[in-house]
């Protein structure tokens, strides 16, 4: 049998076999202790961004119709992590949304690629800008490049590696959807690996805009803009995405999206193509789970990822 090895920062050769199985197990436990709370939590959380809105039940007011009810799941919570297109929206003032994910990736011509925690804060600074905070590892044969705030740089010529990378930036919400003028928001972010075969910080600029349309459906779509650097390589990426997402009931929602990446005065050019359906669904109004897969469209793209998450908001 064929075991690869991996060698870490230290110089270290460790077996990555034994590596990959602990990190799966890692990766299944944060997962399930994020459900447990939720489902303890359920009865605790106050529903709605806006805590100055109450809940109004069916039967406290003898004088609602069914139709004046009001539900908790009118304004629930909306994470960037669900697609790779990220939300239109900003966290309200005053409020956090915490996001997390694992991601398995099948890349074509390297080691399969797993990426854990995928941490993101996003904390309300204003009624229009949020501040944005995380962190991640990853470990394989190429860089993460299915999640909206990974790096997505290949490693280089299948060794598998391993790096850490801190998350930080600002989103600021533009606009407001009327008729045709779509809602929008701008993101710039930064990276910066705190151990992994290439210290550089990458920088990424994002336009999101998005349409509510008739029927429970929402067409949103975001062109990124990055400068990074591989060793000595020094690049520019354009990555845009388009998704459509249809509301199922109240608590469910599903996607189908494409995104792409491509390079620019890069050694070696890259373009990727990618199909990825998902679904989701609301635990609660502040607390959503959700999984996505993606299929490649070309041979630079990896065969298959999967991506399984949470977001609460509180």
């Known amino acids: 049998m064929k075991v690869s090895r991996l060698i870490d920062s230290d110089g270290v050769v460790q077996d990555t076999s034994v590596t990959q199985q602990r990190f799966r197990f890692a990766a299944a436990g944060w997962i399930a202790a994020w459900l447990c709370l939720a489902v303890v939590g359920d009865g605790e959380f106050t529903y709605g961004q806006d805590r100055g809105i109450g809940l109004l039940l069916r039967g406290q007011d003898a004088e609602l119709s069914e139709r004046d009810e009001v539900s908790p799941f009118e304004n629930h919570i909306e994470t960037d992590r669900d697609s790779f297109t990220p939300s239109t929206r900003t966290v309200a003032s005053g409020m956090r949304i915490v996001e997390s994910s694992y991601s398995f990736i099948d890349n074509r011509r390297a080691a399969e690629t797993h990426s854990f925690p995928e941490l993101l804060l996003r904390i309300g600074l204003a009624e229009r800008i949020e501040l944005r905070l995380g962190g991640n590892y990853e470990v394989g044969g190429e860089g993460s490049d299915v999640s909206g705030g990974a790096s997505g740089e290949a490693f280089g010529e299948g060794k598998l590696v391993s ?16 008729g045709w003028l779509p809602e929008s928001s701008v993101i710039l972010q930064g990276h910066t690996p705190t151990s992994g075969p290439d210290p550089a910080t990458a920088f990424t600029a994002a336009y999101v805009l998005g349409w509510e349309l008739p029927g429970e459906w929402k067409l949103d779509s975001a062109i990124r803009f990055g400068a990074d650097k591989e060793h000595d390589d020094r690049f520019e990426q354009w990555v845009p995405s388009i998704v459509l997402r249809k509301t199922l009931a109240e608590r469910w929602n599903v996607h189908a999206e494409y995104f792409g990446s491509f390079s620019q005065n890069k050694e070696h050019e890259s373009v990727r193509h990618v199909f990825s359906p998902g679904v989701h669904y609301l635990i609660t109004p502040d607390i959503e789970i959700g999984l996505r897969v993606g299929f490649g469209l070309n041979d630079q793209t990896a065969r298959f990822f999967s991506n399984a998450g949470i977001g609460w908001r509180f």
Not at 163 to 178: A, I, P
């Open 163 to 178: 790096e850490t990378q801190l998350l930080y930036g600002l989103k600021g919400h533009l606009s407001d959807q009327s």
